[in-house]
């Protein structure tokens, strides 16, 4: 083979191969957000077909599946142990095809042929090539696991709380976290770590002799993965926060989901305690056969810890707890809202059954902060943010908007909408625009697809249309946003913000 031809046949190669690295970048980072979950990879591939550019040069091939462009990335792909073996094996692959597509045809006639085939079929390669890594990656997370169990064995003083919930259970760990230092030494699962893997990473990096109390947050988005993490870290306590209508696209009903939160009652010991928040129906309906519970509420409920005298406004919220004895006392906060009532209650009860008095929790509920993106406020002199982006459901979303309506000025909303909420998501949030539109001077909905179910909401409750925007990103919302005339202050609204593997 001359020279000319092998000029001919490398540079479209090469094109091709710098289209495809891109094509596998996005793919390799979509896996890691959802959780190197095959199942789940494929159920976001068939939902987002749609956003790649279709075939416009045969010999471009590689670009079959290249991403449009993003704004901008939330959460970047980060360069793990687990993705640079998945990289590893994908290369080996290819060289592994390619060479036997060169040596078998020396001419080169279907070598072009051959890499845009191979090529087109990255996601696939990229499944196959953790399906190979799979004993690999299974024999790693044990070993992993085991040294985190031994860690753990070895604090015979070290007493674990275990938190989950559909919503509120972050908010919740920092909450405690907060009341209980006041006498303990406290390691807490940090930001939204909440995976078996993140947690045993945790333990083992950061777990030392002199933790007393260790509070992790447990999620889970099918059957068995409570479990899974109760038998990692064994809690003696647990808290159960709420259980609603999140991640149904994987559990299929509120039913699955009720059961897998109760995964967390189910591995208590004897001499532990489940600490139930009993405003919640499911949670409510659900406590029967467990006799070590202790409940709690934000209303006058029940024989456990409950709350009364609750005042919001916009500098805080106030309430008075009362305990199981009869015991009142009365507390303040800077967290805006009745919402965080509950949470607190029951931070309250987990931490005065650990022996801190009520008196002395008073001082602590005071240095509680706001959790980073959950109502969280930004005093900009003519515009105030509440940032509840982190993410959204029903409740918490109802409960934004409860928030919103405490202030004076220009309610504005911008908002997605929820998601991952299966057969009901329509639904809901055709709900939640109607809630919307009951408490907003303003609507500005990001996205124009996914949102029609609130624009359906909103327009049915009688919002005027001229006062609803539909843009196409936040930025733009953001930018109309700041556009708007207005002598009052503008009270704004960012209710959740859609993952990147959305």
Partial sequence: MDYWTIFVWTVPAVIMVAGSAVAFRHYLHMFQLNSYKPRVQWRWMRKNYKQYRKLLIPFLGGFLFWPEPKERVKIPLKYTARVKRLIATTAILTVLWYSFVWCSNEEGVLFLFELWLGLATIPG??????????????????????????????????????????YGKTSMKHYLNTLLRAKFNVLMTPGSINTPMGVVKVVREELNAAHEIFICEMGAKQAGDIKELCEIVRPKYGVLTSVGPQHLESFLTIENVTATKFELAEALPNNGNLFANIDNEYIANNLEKYSNVTTYSAGDMGNGYHTKDIAVSERGTAFTIVTPAGEEERFETRLIGEHNVVNLAGAIAVAECLGIPLKKLRGEMRKIEPVAHRLELFDRGDTLVIDDSYNSNPAGAKAALDTLALFEGVKILVTPGMIELGTKQEELNKAFGAQAAAVCDVIV???????????????????????????????????????LPSAKRKIILLENDLPDNF
């Fill in 445 to 483: 909905l990001v996205g124009a697809a996914q949102t029609k179910p609130i624009q359906a909401g909103v327009l049915e409750a009688g919002f005027a249309p001229e006062h609803l925007i539909v843009v196409d990103t936040l930025q733009e919302g953001m930018a109309k946003v700041n556009a």
């Fill in 125 to 166: 390669v990229l499944l196959f090539a953790n399906w190979l890594n799979g004993p690999m990656e299974k024999a790693i997370r044990q070993r992993y696991t085991k040294d985190a169990i031994k860690k753990l064995d070895a604090h015979s003083n070290l007493t674990a709380i275990g938190i989950t919930g559909s």
